[in-house]
């Protein structure tokens, strides 16, 4: 079986500063594990994706995530917050026991001050 | 960049009637799925659909839900008897191949409302 946490419902950041959104996953077998974006009254749109490459993934619009098996976690991180990246975040897993079927997290709202 | 499309954005019905939820995948794939997400709750799977049959559902893809590819470009969702309880947005997304590792392109969703 597989599950994920994604352990805050809103982030609130003031533009310029970091952005850490926290993941943690539950796993028989090695996963995949992506986190996807959506925006008001968009899809849900793919930010990265670790598929036992690099523990080090880089996304798009400057977000990484790293892979850290030892702490079943796969956090999201952007050196510097936008406006822009005010959003919903979605962290998934997929891929445990063979099943293609992915697992979402309950979402983290980033919230962009000015 | 290509995409998956949703129609309607939004839909408004009465319980008991029928709803169809219309979606076009992205062109070249072969996979398709649709999620559904209540509000305020996670995005939840209901099934997969790939060679004109259901490769695996959930346990919420009951009798009343059905999928259809009528044709090389649609793939719809039939919910035949609409509760209450089946508000919520709908998620079509399709993949170029079935690995997990596989990315998922999802379309905007349709929200659906059922009085």
């Known amino acids: 079986a597989q599950s994920v946490t994604q352990l805050d419902s809103h982030v609130s950041v003031s533009e310029g500063t970091p952005v850490l959104l926290r993941c943690n996953y539950s796993s028989s077998y090695s996963p995949s594990l992506f986190w996807y974006v959506q925006h008001p009254n968009k899809g849900l749109q793919l930010l990265l994706k670790?598929?036992?490459?690099?523990?080090l993934v880089k996304g798009i619009n400057g977000f990484e995530a790293e892979f850290k098996k030892s702490e079943t976690s796969f956090h999201l991180t952007k050196p510097s917050a936008h406006m822009s990246d005010a959003a919903e975040y979605f962290c998934?897993?997929?891929?445990?026991?063979?099943?293609?079927?992915?697992?979402f997290g309950r979402g983290t709202s980033l919230i962009v001050h000015p | 960049e290509p995409e998956v499309t949703q129609t309607p954005s939004h839909q408004v019905t009465q319980m008991g009637q029928e709803v169809i939820l219309r979606c076009v995948p992205i062109s070249n794939h072969l996979y398709f799925y649709w999620y559904r997400q209540i509000l305020g709750q996670k995005v939840e799977f209901l099934v997969s659909?790939?060679?004109?049959?259901?490769?695996?559902k959930s346990e919420i893809f009951d009798d009343q839900f059905s999928v259809e590819r009528p044709d090389g470009s649609n793939f719809t969702l039939k919910i035949r008897s609409t509760k209450l309880e089946d508000s919520a947005m709908y998620f079509c997304a399709s993949s170029g191949t079935l690995a997990g590792q596989e990315t998922q392109y999802f379309g905007p969703g349709t929200r659906l409302l059922v009085l």
């Open positions: 670790y598929t036992s490459a690099a523990t």
């Open positions: 659909f790939y060679n004109n049959e259901i490769s695996e």
């Open positions: 998934v897993v997929s891929g445990s026991g063979g099943s293609y079927i992915p697992t």
